[in-house]
């Protein structure tokens, strides 16, 4: 009986301890599920775009501007053909300019524009001039060749020097001076009427000449002539024109003298105040 007792006395005890064991387990379990991290799985989508980044675009905001009061000024109606031109008396003659003659074989054009100068109250010394003009193998650049060369040559031999580059030195000097190409006949006689002597490029001393083309080195394309030459045109009338050369006066035809002066372009220097 005593075996018995004790028997049923340690199942129990075990028991008691298997319960208690049991217990312990299960609240460490549930403490082990909660501290370890929970994995998550990321699936990966492809998009069928690219990135593109997106700019800005500025909005235009047009500036506003004050809506002028009164009445506005009419503009001159814009002219649909050149402005007439006055017609010029049936003669015209300058006789208060002078000249001298060149002092070198083919400074015409220096010895011309000084003597244009001078009449309109500006002195300027021939050497000078000649000296300030640029130099170049292209005549409408400035002066070509040897100014003591002989005379009738055309580029790149020593030749002389057009309307533009003496007219651009005229007016660095203070000259109301402005180069002129394809003049008419009609717009030189309202200058010589108006008292405004014009220089001229013409051929030897008003006479004959054909014209050149010329290619420079610089690939400008341009009209030369044998026996290039400048003059003043201080007169006409019905029949001839007057012009000053150096320190010579004389008459032409006017057929001559249009004939000679064409072959250059009717290229001139003109006054502009």
Not at 127 to 143: K, M, Q, T, V, Y
Request: proline residues 10%; glycine residues 8%.
């Amino acid at each position: 009986m005593r075996r018995l007792v004790g028997f049923v006395l340690g199942m129990s005890i075990a028991l008691v301890a298997g319960v208690l064991l049991l217990g312990q387990f299960s609240r460490g379990q549930a403490a082990a599920a909660t501290a370890r991290p929970t994995r998550v799985q990321f699936t990966a989508t492809a998009t069928s775009t690219p990135f593109q980044p997106v700019m800005s675009t500025p909005t235009y905001q047009p500036t506003v501007m004050p809506t002028a009061t009164g009445s506005p000024t009419p503009l001159p109606p814009t002219p649909t053909s050149p402005l007439p031109t006055p017609t010029p008396p049936p003669a015209a003659m300058i006789s208060e300019i002078r000249g001298r003659y060149q002092a070198f074989t083919l400074d015409c054009e220096s010895r011309s524009a000084v003597d244009w100068a001078a009449y309109f109250g500006l002195t300027i010394d021939e050497i000078d001039f000649l000296n300030a003009l640029p130099r170049s193998d292209n005549p409408e650049e400035g002066f070509v060749g040897d100014v003591n060369a002989p005379w009738g040559q055309i580029p790149p031999n020593p030749y002389g020097v057009h309307a533009r580059p003496v007219a651009r030195l005229l007016r660095a000097y203070g000259a109301k001076a402005d180069a002129v190409y394809g003049m008419s006949w009609e717009a030189l006689q309202s200058e010589i009427a108006a008292g405004h002597p014009v220089i001229v490029w013409v051929i030897g001393r008003v006479g004959r000449g054909t014209p050149v083309p010329y290619t420079a080195v610089d690939g400008r394309r341009t009209t030369v002539a044998r026996f290039e030459h400048t003059v003043i045109v201080v007169g006409y009338d019905k029949t001839s024109v007057t012009v000053l050369d150096g320190a010579s006066v004389y008459a032409r035809s006017i057929n001559d003298f249009l004939d000679s002066w064409e072959v250059l372009g009717n290229m001139a220097i003109v006054y502009r105040p």
